[in-house]
């Protein structure tokens, strides 16, 4: 039955990673897989589903045009290559889709875009539209801009909180292994994982590395954290590669098929579990601790005892135990610069020696998320 799921998927995402789209490190963009991959796209469509693309492939893309052979360390260099590559990447698709009567759209992510309220109810808005006018948004890590603290990481997580960001029923993965092993693949008895039921069964997973080519940022590490998001936001999530896709999207057992949890994080706070970069801690005292795990409470000022980072209102912060535990993450109200002369305060306190508008909590309940 689970496998059914994946036929019944009316809004499907999927994720495809440098190292199907270029094959061995610094070579050019392959525009057979470009075309594979939209090919299949294009069937989904005319199935009346629709599909949201997450492309890795810019920082690859570069390389060749700019005489490099391999992935550059640094950041600004990243970021020059990925400015050439993303022209590059978008008019492969571009004239692929084009080729089955479909429009291709491009859409540029950072961190911000899916943590900031104002920020991914823009990016949802935007997405929305573009399927409901039928086109193909093709998302991407905004990596010429994105500097070291905004960035995803991979798109593996990128692809995961899109998912939950536009409501998807499923996720795909589409990577250089044909899907979860018990052992890493090259190893002698290593079998592949058919369905993961529940992913906190899993325990740690030791199989990581970037694709086979070299130019990916992301591991089997990454694709089971990206299940970890998806199947948390009740999405289920296929891992599988290109030339097993389309069977695989079919219900056929290949690849990997992670079930949904039943339970749902709201929006923002799987955002602030697996997205926000945190910019600070507040230290909490017992009593602080005791109601905000146990009572689901706002943290209030009279609960902190110390202050971490420099950082700003509406900035993500870790809250952490007198024991030294992140117990979870918030959006905090104030600036660091503001707190030290709060601690310990009660809200009346505050409003008498601060005035009125300090009379609120550091981090509002809804606001806030247990790690």
């Known amino acids: 039955m689970s496998r059914a799921l994946i036929t019944q998927s009316k809004r499907v995402v999927i994720k495809v990673g440098s190292s199907t789209l270029t094959g061995s490190a610094g070579a050019q963009l392959n525009d057979h897989a470009v075309t594979a991959l939209v090919d299949i796209v294009a069937k989904l469509r005319n199935q009346g589903r629709e599909v949201v693309l997450v492309s890795s492939g810019a920082i690859a893309a570069g390389l060749a045009p700019l005489g490099l052979k391999t992935r550059p360390k640094d950041l600004a260099t990243q970021q020059a290559v990925a400015s050439v590559g993303q022209g590059l990447l978008m008019a492969s698709y571009s004239r692929a889709f084009a080729s089955h009567d479909l429009i291709a759209s491009q859409v ?76 890493p693949p090259s190893q002698a008895g290593a079998t592949r994982i058919s369905e993961v039921a529940d992913i906190s069964q899993l325990g740690d997973i030791q199989i990581g590395g970037v694709g086979s080519s070299g130019v990916g940022s992301g591991g089997m590490v990454s694709k089971v954290d990206a299940a970890r998001i998806a199947t948390g936001a009740g999405v289920n999530m296929l891992l599988t590669t290109l030339p097993t896709l389309e069977e695989a999207l079919t219900g056929a057992d290949v690849g990997t098929i992670f079930m949904s949890r039943t339970d749902r994080k709201p929006s923002r706070l799987l955002w602030l579990a697996h997205a926000a970069t945190p910019h600070g801690k507040l230290i909490l005292d017992t009593g602080a601790t005791t109601a905000i795990k146990e009572r689901g409470t706002s943290l209030l000022a009279a609960g902190v005892v110390g202050v971490e980072g420099d950082f700003i209102s509406g900035d993500t912060v870790e809250l952490i135990s007198p024991k030294g535990e992140i117990i979870a993450r918030g959006l905090v109200a104030f600036d660091s610069s503001e707190i030290p002369s709060m601690l310990g305060k009660s809200t009346k306190q505050l409003a008498q020696d601060l005035g009125p508008e300090y009379e609120r909590e550091l981090v509002h309940r809804d606001d806030l998320v247990l790690l």
């Open 108 to 183: 540029l992510l950072t961190i911000d875009d899916v943590v900031r309220r104002s920020h991914y109810q823009n990016a949802q808005r935007a997405l929305f539209k573009l399927l409901q006018m039928g086109v193909v948004p093709v998302i991407n890590e905004n990596d010429t801009v994105a500097v070291q603290e905004i960035r995803f990481g991979d798109n593996d997580r990128l692809a995961a909180l899109v998912s939950h960001l536009i409501g998807a029923d499923l996720l795909v993965l589409v990577t250089d292994v044909e899907g979860l092993y018990d052992a």
